[in-house]
Every structure is written in structure tokens, then in C-alpha cells.
């Protein structure tokens, strides 16, 4: 496939010969995440909740410096338990700013901490993370009838991720702009943005199915 193909379709082909959504540019690491991880529906509290803090230490970066990361980010986040998070003090503020292994700003590490008390109020509140987070899932008519390349290019919020944003803002989290809430709904699996003839669509369709929604 040329490489003015896939501007127009924005679909590459693998190593195995099936065509799957650019953005991976078939380097390893970064394809297993697009067959095995994105777009497909979670429902684990610490997995959404790690998946908030990495969005925002990606702000200004590419995902994949993050993804590369990630296994150091956990370890120097107690696995993104945000109920331990949520009593990490100064002294654990200067242990991660120290840490090589991790994005090292202040910034974002003092918001992944409040996002962490912010979580554990929410928890409470909705029963879980999970329960509130797929209460924003979009219904059929604010979704796009084709998802194609011009499309995801065109679109990095949307009307919920928008929503999404005001109200996890009000309740004190930061780091949680549309454009990072939009990624957050198509990496967890709020939404199947695998492009049309990306060969993970369908499968990640079945899944999103048959996914109990939790209440």
C-alpha cells in the first residue's frame, strides 16, 4: 500500500498482511496495544483510572513515549491503586520527581494525586469509577454512520467527551480536557473508533456487544 493510500484510507498493512488503522505505524510495541488493548470495553476502576493519569502525563507527548513507560509509571504509582495514590504526600512528590522511568513534571504528578482523592469520592458517589464513566457511553445518534479516516482526523472531541470534561472539571479533576476525555472514551472502549477495514473493528464490535455495561 503506498503511503498516499493510506493518507486516503488510513489503514496500513501488518506484518501479517492484515490491514489495521495507521496510527500504530507497525512498530511492535505499539501494535500489540492497537490489536489488544484499544477500543476494547473495560471495566476495572484501576485500569480507567490509570488510563486518566497517563492521558494527561501524555499532554505535549505522543502516547507511544507513554505507553513505552507505562510498566514504570506503575510501579512508581502503586499500580494506580488511587486509594493509595490518594495518600501519596511531598516526600512521594520528590520520589517521583526523581524517578527516571516516569515523565518527571510536578504538574501532572500533583494532579495525578488529586485525581486520586477525586476518584475515591466519585467511587463512592457511583458505586464505582466504571459505573460512572460508561454512563456517558454516546447513543447511536451522535456517532458518525462511517468511521473513516477523515473522520477521526476531523474529530479529537466530541458532544460527550465535552460533557464528559465539565462535569469530571466541577467535581475537582484536572488534566481531563475534551480532547483527553475523547481518548480516554476510544481507548477504554466507549466508542469503536477502529477505522472501516481495520481488521480489529469487527472483533472489537462483538466485544462491545456482548460487554456488560456496569450500573
Known amino acids: 500500500m503506498t503511503e498516499e493510500t493510506t493518507v486516503k484510507t488510513g489503514l496500513v498493512e501488518g506484518p501479517d498482511g492484515k490491514m489495521r488503522c495507521f496510527w500504530h505505524g507497525n512498530l511492535p510495541d505499539y501494535l500489540h496495544y492497537h490489536d489488544h488493548e484499544w477500543g476494547r470495553p473495560v471495566a476495572d476502576d484501576r485500569r480507567l483510572f490509570e488510563k486518566i493519569c497517563l492521558e494527561g502525563f501524555q499532554s505535549g507527548l505522543s502516547w507511544l513515549t507513554i505507553l513505552r513507560k507505562r510498566e514504570n509509571f506503575r510501579e512508581a504509582f502503586e499500580g494506580f491503586d488511587f486509594e493509595r495514590v490518594a495518600r501519596f504526600g511531598e516526600k512521594d512528590i520528590e520520589r517521583l520527581l526523581g524517578n527516571a522511568g516516569i515523565i518527571r513534571h510536578r504538574g501532572k504528578i500533583t494532579s495525578a494525586i488529586n485525581n486520586a482523592k477525586r476518584a475515591i469520592d466519585l467511587a463512592m458517589e457511583k458505586g464505582s469509577l466504571a459505573a460512572y464513566f460508561w454512563s456517558f457511553e454516546p447513543d447511536a445518534a451522535e456517532r458518525p454512520a462511517v468511521m473513516d479516516y477523515q473522520t477521526l482526523r476531523a474529530n ?60
Not at 460533557?163 to 472539571?169: E, F, I, N, T, W
Not at 477495514?197 to 456482548?210: L, P
Open 156 to 215: 479529537p472531541t466530541s458532544p460527550t467527551s465535552i460533557r464528559l470534561s465539565k462535569d469530571l472539571k466541577k467535581r475537582g479533576w484536572s488534566f481531563v480536557g475534551p480532547t483527553t476525555m475523547y481518548a480516554h472514551m476510544q481507548a477504554m472502549g466507549l466508542v469503536n473508533d477502529h477505522i472501516e477495514g481495520c481488521c480489529c473493528r469487527a472483533e472489537v464490535e462483538e466485544m462491545r456487544r456482548n460487554f456488560k455495561r456496569p450500573r
